[in-house]
């Protein structure tokens, strides 16, 4: 069965530091693993994804994420937070079927403060 | 590009009433999940529907709830009657099929901005 453990409900960071949110899934075969973004009174944005190829992936408003298969771990940085960048990540796995679909194994989140 | 719809937004109602969220997915997309998240917890998974058709319901946590999708386009999502334990932020969710040589994958899903349902 698959699982994605966030650590750390809340971080909180000054800013212009670096942001680091940590991720680590568990899956039985090679996993999808996605990095959404919930901004305060909006839905889920996917900020980027991981499917196949290259390990590092980038993203929108300047986030990556690197997967790591060896350390079981998918996790979001950004080299200087912005205040813009408050809001709850959502790390996410899923499975390819080749029936077309797919349900999203959710973390429970983290939300992330930025204080001047 | 219209994104994925919700209505409405917020719901506060009485335990032992019945309440329908509405969804309306991207236009053209033939894939369309619930979720669900508890106060404090993960977000889950629901069900999933691939047109008019029920794909995948494991994550319907009883049979007071029930989903449908007339027509494979908007999904409604029934709470009958509803419970304290129902309270939390409905997720729709809908995505496209991409064809892969004889197989059709589709794994973004692009999500609308929830229902707030409150039962006391």
């Known amino acids: 069965a698959q699982s994605v453990t966030q650590l750390g409900s809340h971080v909180s960071v000054s800013e212009g530091a670096l942001v680091l949110l940590r991720c680590n899934y568990s899956s039985s075969v090679p996993p999808y693993l996605f990095w959404y973004v919930q901004y305060p009174n909006q839905g889920l944005q996917l900020l980027l994804k991981?499917?196949?190829?290259?390990?590092l992936v980038k993203g929108i408003n300047g986030f990556e994420a690197e997967f790591k298969k060896s350390e079981t771990s998918f996790h979001l940085t950004k080299p200087s937070a912005h205040m813009s960048d408050a809001a709850e990540y959502f790390c996410a796995v899923t499975l390819m079927f080749s029936g077309g679909y797919n349900k999203l194994i959710f973390g429970a989140g983290t939300r992330l403060a930025v204080h001047p | 590009e219209a994104g994925v719809t919700q209505f409405p937004s917020h719901s506060v109602i009485e335990k032992g009433q019945t309440v329908t969220l509405r969804c309306d997915p991207i236009?053209?997309?033939?894939?369309l999940y619930w979720y669900r998240r508890v106060m404090g917890k993960e977000i889950k998974f629901l069900l999933h529907f691939v047109k008019e058709s029920k794909q995948d319901e494991s994550g319907m946590p009883n049979n007071r709830f029930l989903a449908e999708r007339t027509g494979g386009t908007y999904s409604t999502l029934k709470v009958q009657p509803a419970e304290l334990e129902d309270s939390g932020v409905y997720f729709c969710a809908s995505s496209q099929n991409r064809k892969r040589g004889p197989s059709f994958f589709s794994y973004e899903q692009y999500f609308g901005p929830g229902t707030r349902l409150t039962v006391t």
């Open positions: 991981y499917t196949t190829g290259a390990t």
């Open positions: 236009s053209g997309h033939d894939n």
